[in-house]
């Protein structure tokens, strides 16, 4: 798997901005970038359970995975829903 490329100031906050509403990029010094975020955007379920599944369940070089993370991505959702719905509110 690839790595992401590092995201430089100019392109750092309209890529947050897909998931937070308020977004501050400041403290550019050096090789130091300092991102603030607030007011996190609800995204659709499955963007979650994409995530947190790549996340907890990571593939070896071998192709082998635990496949024991259900139950923790479960609740997991399970949160981000309470979440999300306290955020319509």
Known sequence: ???APIPHPE????LLRR?????????LSGS???ATCRRPIAL?????ERAFEEEFNM???NGFRHDRHPE????LIKLVVERNE???N
């Open 1 to 3: 798997m690839a790595e």
């Open 32 to 34: 130091n970038i300092k």
């Open 72 to 75: 923790l991505v479960g609740n």
């Open 86 to 88: 306290s955020l319509a």
């Open 11 to 14: 392109t750092l906050e309209p």
């Open 59 to 61: 593939p070896y070089p």
């Open 19 to 27: 998931y937070f509403e308020d977004v501050q990029v400041t403290d």
């Open 44 to 48: 659709p379920t499955g963007e979650y």
